[in-house]
T-cell receptor, first 111, second 110 residues
Framework: KAGVTQTPRYLIKTRGQQVTLSCSPI?????VSWYQQTPGQGLQFLFE???????NKGNFPGRFSGRQFSNSRSEMNVSTLELGDSALYLC??????????FGPGTRLTVT | DAKTTQPNSMESNEEEPVHLPCNHS???????IHWYRQLPSQGPEYVIH???SNVNNRMASLAIAEDRKSSTLILHRATLRDAAVYYC???????????FGTGTRLQVFP
């Protein structure tokens, strides 16, 4: 099976812009979660989706949003980008034994 | 969210066993103990998880204390490829949400 894929892998945006990141889970996985990783804060939970429904949300401002489609693919959106949003954004899909498989991440740089 | 405490760093020599400890004194009855590791420039990788009983898989073993307030990840023979940050995480039974701490950076020397 192919692993979790994330696109794009690298992105450079300017403050104030918005960005959409995409995640394709492993085939058959219906649960997708998103995480932000920064050197200062480490890995932080953003959202969890299951069958197109957001089941959990982390402590992030409303500028961070996400959605999941009927084919389990997920997107996250960050509006009005700030310098502090520069991070590695990781997506994970959950297997049948509650193990999570992480993608390689999207490296977002905000200038 | 229940918290875990791990040493910041540990060292091992290649082909020696490694015991990575984790304290989770506020664990609740429905919290699962998960371990993930993150190699440089990669996303986290699932290692093992358990609820009450000790668990073994091809990567490692997980020893859970009887009172569940601590656990130990055991790598039976460390290799250079095991050098990574190891995260001990408590996952509530009703969610996929993982709360990562700062983890233990494992160095493996040849």
């Amino acid at each position: 099976k192919a692993g979790v894929t994330q696109t794009p892998r690298y992105l450079i945006k300017t403050r104030g812009q918005q960005v959409t990141l995409s995640c394709s889970p492993i085939s058959g996985h219906r649960s997708v979660s998103w995480y932000q990783q920064t050197p200062g804060q480490g890995l932080q939970f953003l959202f969890e989706y299951f069958s197109e429904t957001q089941r959990n949300k982390g402590n992030f401002p409303g500028r961070f949003s996400g959605r999941q489609f009927s084919n389990s693919r997920s997107e996250m959106n960050v509006s009005t980008l700030e310098l502090g949003d520069s991070a590695l954004y990781l997506c994970a899909s959950r297997g049948s034994h509650y193990e999570q498989y992480f993608g390689p991440g999207t490296r977002l740089t905000v200038t | 969210d229940a918290k875990t405490t791990q040493p910041n760093s540990m060292e091992s020599n290649e082909e020696e066993p490694v015991h990575l400890p984790c304290n989770h004194s506020t664990i609740s009855g429905t919290d699962y103990i998960h371990w993930y590791r993150q190699l440089p420039s990669q996303g986290p990788e699932y290692v093992i998880h358990g609820l009450t009983s000790n668990v073994n898989n091809r990567m490692a073993s997980l020893a859970i204390a009887e009172d569940r307030k601590s656990s130990t990840l055991i790598l039976h023979r460390a290799t250079l490829r095991d050098a990574a940050v190891y995260y001990c995480i408590l996952r509530a039974g009703y969610t996929d949400k993982l709360i990562f701490g700062t983890g233990t950076r494992l160095q493996v020397f040849p």
